[in-house]
């Protein structure tokens, strides 16, 4: 599905055409990138100022909690930030949703889940990693309460 070719939405092009150039890379709709936009603004403007997610408003969204190192929140953070610059920007977001949309290959969510796991990024998951991956899981596991 192409590659990552805007850093915002902004620059030389419309937002429209930014939009539209999204849904072309992607097996979103305009709509559907329409919509990830406002997410992705309501997201940034809880953890920023300038319309991208470091890795510690990533940790903060999906944690609400900015001190807790999570593996797992960490690495999910690496497959986001493509260009690896440290931060999420709107083009990036799209793309990884991406991964998870209904029509995204089978192959293309293993290679991501995989990636995630194989954290040394040595083309082999192991052991090690496995076992770092679980305790991570167990420890930000939280219990759920029982409702009455
Ligand atoms: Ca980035």
Redesign the pocket.
């Known amino acids: 599905m192409g590659c990552v070719c805007s850093k915002h939405l902004g620059g030389t092009r419309t937002r429209h055409e930014n939009i539209s150039l999204l849904a072309s890379q992607t097996f979103f709709s305009d709509a559907e990138v329409e919509v990830l936009h406002e997410l992705f603004t309501k997201l940034t403007s809880c953890v920023s100022s300038d319309n991208?997610i470091t890795k510690e408003g990533f940790q903060f969204i999906l944690t609400k909690d900015t001190k807790r190192r999570s593996l797992s929140t960490e690495r999910m953070f690496g497959l986001?930030?493509?260009?690896?610059?440290?931060?999420?920007?709107f083009g990036?977001f799209v793309h990884s949703l991406n991964i998870f949309h209904p029509n995204s290959t089978q192959r293309d969510k293993a290679l991501f889940a995989f990636r995630l796991y194989d954290t040394r990024q040595t083309g082999f998951i192991e052991p090690e990693e496995v076992r770092r991956s679980s305790l991570s899981h167990k420890i930000t596991r939280t219990p759920k309460v029982k409702e009455n």
């Open positions: 991208l986001f930030d493509m260009r690896n610059d440290e931060a999420i920007d990036e």
